[in-house]
């Protein structure tokens, strides 16, 4: 995806403003780590993303090893020692049409969920792996509702991150009214979809498929 963004197709750019749609509250929560008021950060995001996708930043992707993660960070940085005066200037609804974003719950996102002890790249790394894992979790309920499985997923998405000897089987197979062993290859089936999901989520943050184990421990390593 970002190799073909490149290419500036309308395809292609939609591809890249849909990214953006997704990890757009890791930069606004390293914005508001940075010290930043709430309005000056949406702003200043709004701002980054205008100019984003207004030119052909990925030409640039191979400076951050081909990861849009570590690229989109860098852009911020230079975009937040350069240009602040002309962010601050170009409020939303400026000459460029702005993203669509949910700027109205993300300072109380911001409150509630970050530690006070993580310095601002931190901070962008969690809330990186979060956004990627929500993304992750969409796909896979919308891959079962398109198998009329919806309502097993809501059951069984609890187990998705448990250790293996820790789900309640048992439990659930009466809950469900299943057999035990139709619960175990039920949760067996949607970890595998959700491992592969995962990683074709990484996948199309990255120019490089060898790099997909690399960011997976890298975004893992966010949470410790």
Same mark, same amino acid.
């Given at each position: 995806m970002l190799a073909a963004g490149r290419a500036h197709t309308?395809?292609?750019?939609?591809?890249? *403003?849909?990214?953006?749609?997704?990890?757009? /509250?890791? =930069?606004? #929560?390293?914005?508001?780590?940075?010290?930043?008021?709430?309005?000056? #950060?949406?702003? =200043?995001?709004?701002? +980054? +993303?205008a100019r984003f996708l207004e030119r052909n930043y990925l030409e640039g992707l191979t400076s951050e090893k081909g990861r849009f993660r570590a690229f989109l960070l860098a852009s911020l940085k230079h975009f937040l020692a350069n240009e602040w005066d002309r962010a601050h200037r170009q409020k939303r609804g400026g000459e460029i049409p702005a993203l669509s974003l949910d700027w109205e719950?993300?300072?109380?996102?911001?409150?509630? $969920?970050?530690?006070?002890?993580?310095?601002p790249d931190k901070i962008y790394d969690r809330e990186w792996a979060l956004a990627l894992l929500e993304r992750v979790i969409i796909r896979l309920r919308e891959s079962c509702a398109a198998s009329e499985?919806?309502?097993? +997923?809501?059951?069984?998405?609890? +187990? =998705?991150?448990?250790?293996?000897?820790? !789900?309640? /089987? !048992?439990?659930?197979?009466? *809950?469900? $009214?299943?057999?035990?062993?139709? !619960? %175990?290859?039920?949760?067996?089936?949607? %970890?595998? %979809?959700?491992?592969? =999901?995962?990683? *074709? *989520?990484i996948t199309q943050t990255l120019t490089d498929p060898a790099q997909v184990e690399e960011e997976m421990r890298a975004l893992l390593g966010a949470f410790n």
């Open positions: 309308p395809q292609a750019d939609h591809a890249l *403003e849909e990214l953006c749609r997704t990890y757009w /509250y890791p =930069l606004y #929560a390293y914005v508001r780590r940075r010290g930043y008021t709430h309005e000056d #950060a949406e702003d =200043l995001t709004q701002g +980054f +993303f719950s993300a300072d109380d996102r911001y409150k509630i $969920n970050l530690p006070d002890d993580l310095s499985q919806a309502q097993l +997923f809501d059951s069984l998405k609890p +187990f =998705l991150t448990m250790d293996k000897g820790a !789900v309640p /089987y !048992v439990q659930a197979a009466v *809950e469900l $009214n299943m057999t035990e062993g139709a !619960v %175990r290859v039920a949760v067996h089936r949607l %970890r595998k %979809r959700y491992r592969d =999901l995962l990683r *074709e *989520e």
